[in-house]
């Protein structure tokens, strides 16, 4: 059987449904996980999958694949991603594999990793594809139970968060799974919920689950306007994500959403280490020290995030895309609906939800921006470019992650993209006319080592 390199990417294993990602290419997938968990020593794996037309069909593939190497599946069933990681830690598995095809297209499916408490990324991926084409494979005959999570899963949150006051809030599920769970645990929380798009439809017929995208929000947007909701929260396709717009239809991207709970974690554990992606606004360097913590700028990718809050033992960590991750009351890894509950839990207990939303440290800056090129040639850029990219204005040119070059007055990023080939740009600056001048200077160095590349800015 070929075994699709494309498909065994930097934080996850991602293909199109019949094409590169078959119930058949994902049994023996399977087969290697199971192997590799023997090899650290687990016995069971939970496994879940998200709404999309192909789950059921790929996920028994899954379970069959994990079994024939002697590891024992419980089958969760239809969940949201972090209910996966959840069960891990509640059933005492340790290890757990999501089916789901997150933000992308419909006809996307893929597989999400943790084994023996550690979620698999770049190398360890990699390892998979390899242990296949070695046939260093485990045989044996795993058992198989099934269990619902879901009640464990919402206790466990409702015990944790308590909300100053009742609220009233709007909900965009964009027809992901976590319609399924969303409008009963914030209910349960005390909010009264206006529910948009929460029946789960894999054919996503009212507008893509990914709120990373302001065009995803517009029906969340419209509803806040004409509704008496004071604030509205929006999931990705599988849950690991959080988007959040005011009353007065503005969104706060997640680098904004990590300044309210950097607040909310430093004002009860001070010094603590706060992470955050290199795609995030340079504002929270200050808002966090000035909240007496520690920042930590990092490598995009939600496995880099999890290995690097190990490593360190930070309690709070935030990507640019929307993942959030709480060590402090939980247990580290990304969860949208536990985001948006100690979201709630914070803005219940100020005078003026919209007040302080709106006083958050703002920038000129630009969405994230692409370059698409050709499978591989995004590294070769990135490469050439750290060689010998000049930028006599920067204070700094950081490299842990493509190159985020510091300016006094803003920042200018390029970073290669772990999951499609691009080169992710992005700007920030205090003003119109320094966005302008760093966006100049990254033209300058683009062409200088791409003359033909068509840039977006």
């Known amino acids: 059987m070929d075994y699709p390199k494309e498909i065994f990417k930097a934080y996850d294993i991602r293909g199109i449904v019949g094409k590169t990602f078959t119930p058949e290419i994902v049994e023996a997938i ?24 192909s789950g059921p069909d790929l996920s028994q593939a899954l379970a069959r694949g994990i079994r024939k190497a002697g590891v024992g599946v419980v089958d969760l069933g239809m969940v949201a991603t972090p209910m996966t990681y959840f069960a891990a830690y509640q059933l005492g598995t340790n290890s757990a594999v999501m ?20 979620t698999l990324a770049g190398d360890a991926i990699q390892a998979l ?8 494979l485990m045989h044996g005959e795993g058992a198989y139970r099934t269990h619902d999570i879901a009640g464990e899963y919402r206790a466990r949150i409702v015990s944790d968060v308590r909300l100053a006051r009742p609220m009233k809030i709007a909900i965009d599920c964009g027809n992901g799974v976590p319609g399924a769970f969303a409008p009963q645990l914030f209910r349960e929380l005390g909010c009264q919920v206006d529910e948009l798009f929460c029946d789960v439809d894999g054919n996503f017929p009212n507008h893509h689950p990914d709120p ?14 004409t509704s008496d909701a004071e604030i509205g929260l929006a999931f990705d396709g599988d849950g690991d994500r959080l988007g959040v717009v005011t009353k007065d239809g503005s969104i706060i991207f997640p680098d904004r959403q990590l300044m309210l709970f950097a607040d909310d974690v430093l004002s009860r554990n001070p010094g603590a280490e706060i992470i955050f992606d290199v795609k995030s606004t340079r504002k929270l360097f200050g808002w966090i ?13 939600h496995s880099f995030i999890k290995a690097k809050m190990k490593e360190t033992g930070a309690l709070l960590a935030g990507e640019m895309s929307g993942h959030v991750f709480f060590k402090e009351r939980w247990y580290g890894f990304d969860d949208g609906l536990y985001a948006g509950a100690r979201l709630l839990e914070y803005l219940s207990k100020q005078a003026d939800i919209n007040a302080t939303l709106h006083g958050l440290p703002d920038t000129v800056n630009t969405p994230e921006l692409n370059i698409k090129m050709a499978e591989g040639e995004h590294y070769a850029l990135m490469e ?4 010998t990219a000049k930028f006599p204005d920067a204070q700094d040119v950081i490299t842990l992650d493509g190159l985020r070059v510091e300016y006094a007055d803003g920042f200018g990023l390029a970073r290669p993209s772990n999951t499609t080939p691009v080169i992710v740009l992005r700007f920030e600056a205090d003003d119109a ?23 977006p800015f």
């Open 433 to 455: 006319a320094a966005l302008a001048r760093i966006q100049a200077d990254f033209r300058r160095v683009l062409h200088e080592t791409a003359p033909d590349l068509a840039l």
């Open 212 to 225: 990373s995208q302001p065009k995803n929000l517009q029906d969340l947007i419209a509803h806040l306007k």
């Open 99 to 118: 089916v789901t095809g997150s933000h992308n297209p419909p006809d996307y499916n893929g597989l999400k990793m943790v084994l023996g408490g550690e």
């Open 289 to 301: 020290r000035e909240r007496g913590g520690r920042p930590l700028l990092w490598k995009t990718g």
């Open 384 to 387: 050439r470019l750290k060689n």
């Open 129 to 136: 594809r390899q242990r296949l084409v070695d046939n260093r």
């Open 30 to 53: 399977a087969h290697a996980i199971g192997s590799e968990a023997v090899a650290r020593g687990q016995t069971e794996i939970c496994i879940g999958r998200d709404g999309r037309l």
